[in-house]
């Protein structure tokens, strides 16, 4: 799926603008105060303030309009697009972790236990705690990726649930903030899709002492539907709708983890956009669904930490989906990785209820 680079450059600029008359009228405000209070050499920007409200709110909006109004004057429908419902087989669950002590144990368990799951693997991160020996006492096979970054273990992950031989490949954390029920809505979707992933964003389905609030989940919208706009289209809104950006819970069909895994870069705290924008440059078919999500156990290392951290990780995300080129050829280093996993097995004849190493 092509970027929508006219539509994004709109937004940035709209939104770029409207910014700029907020801050100028701010200003022009506390100016005349200070005038009134017998003030001196008050800066006069009174027409640097009236001309970007007259492209602002004048002339740029005329675009969004006119662009819309065609939309609904000249409706059209997808050609050739077709919902085929495909198998769907046992699933891998990759946790991801660091310094995960506390809940290591309890989440592995969660997914082991569940019926759709036929294994578990984690991937420690440089943990400096138990987190290994719980979690493999708890049943899971335990790898370590020694390239420190959220980016990387999630790379690592997806590449060790490959190398694992099943059908569906489900990525998520250790810290305990998902649970493994929420499979059962991935593998409904993975009937026609080809990657569902999670959103942390609805009311509903969030306890009330997880660590998102007002903050982070408005921030997830606000970067989820830039990503959207990216790949916008005039039919649909886009191929995918998105109201989270950063949710790690995730599910993706083996061979479609074939097509994209040689083309996944991102090491750091935005590759959950990075693996969205790859996956549709890909053509892939993919589905956010909320998830239910709870508080975790542990010291949060990402951006949820505090509102700090969550800013700085909002404007990152920013950047890679403004600047990011997506490949166009995989990777030397994993040219051949893909192909050298194992096939797909039937579902009908899962392989044993353990991680090959």
């Not at 969004?64 to 085929?84: E, T």
């Not at 236990?113 to 578990?120: E, K, N, P, R």
């Amino acid at each position: 799926m092509k970027p929508n680079w006219l539509l994004l450059t709109y937004l940035v600029v709209e939104g770029f603008l409207l910014s700029a008359i907020v801050a100028l009228a701010s200003l022009k405000a506390a100016f005349t105060l200070y005038a009134r209070l017998g003030g001196t050499s008050v800066p006069n920007i009174d027409r640097l303030l009236v001309s970007t409200a007259v492209i602002g709110l004048g002339i740029l909006p005329w675009a969004g309009i006119i662009a819309f109004g065609r939309m609904a004057l000249r409706p059209r429908k997808s050609k050739g697009f077709r919902v085929q419902k495909r198998a769907v087989g046992p699933v891998v669950a990759t946790l991801t972790a660091l310094d995960d002590e506390e809940a290591a144990g309890e989440v592995v368990r969660d997914f082991r236990d569940h019926a759709g799951v036929a294994s578990v693997i984690v991937v420690d991160n440089g943990s400096v705690d138990r987190t290994e020996e719980v979690a493999t006492t708890a049943g899971a096979h335990v790898v370590r990726e020694p390239k420190r970054g959220y980016g990387h273990a999630c790379q690592r992950a997806l590449r060790e649930g490959l190398r694992s031989g099943y059908p569906i490949v489900v990525l998520c954390e250790a810290d305990r903030t998902f649970r493994a029920g929420d499979i059962e809505q991935f593998v409904a979707y993975l009937q026609y899709a080809d990657l569902v992933v999670g959103s942390r964003t609805h009311g509903a389905l969030l306890n009330s002492d997880s660590q998102l609030n007002s903050f982070f989940i408005l921030g997830n919208l606000f970067v989820a539907k830039l990503l959207q706009a990216r790949y916008w289209d005039w039919l649909t809104g886009g191929r995918v709708r998105l109201t989270d950006a950063g949710c790690t819970y995730m599910a993706i069909r083996e061979d479609a983890l074939r097509r994209i895994l040689p083309f996944l870069e991102a090491g750091g705290s935005q590759f959950v956009p990075h693996l969205l924008m790859v996956a549709l440059e890909r053509e892939l078919n993919v589905v956010q669904v909320p998830v239910t999500f709870w508080k975790r156990v542990g010291v949060s290392k990402g951006g949820n930490a505090n509102w700090r951290k969550g800013f700085s990780l909002g404007c990152a995300m920013l950047w890679h989906i403004f600047t990011y080129r997506v490949r166009r050829t995989p990777r030397p280093e994993l040219i051949d990785v893909a192909a050298q996993m194992p096939v797909r097995r039937d579902a009908t004849n899962p392989p044993p209820r353990r991680a090959t190493k």
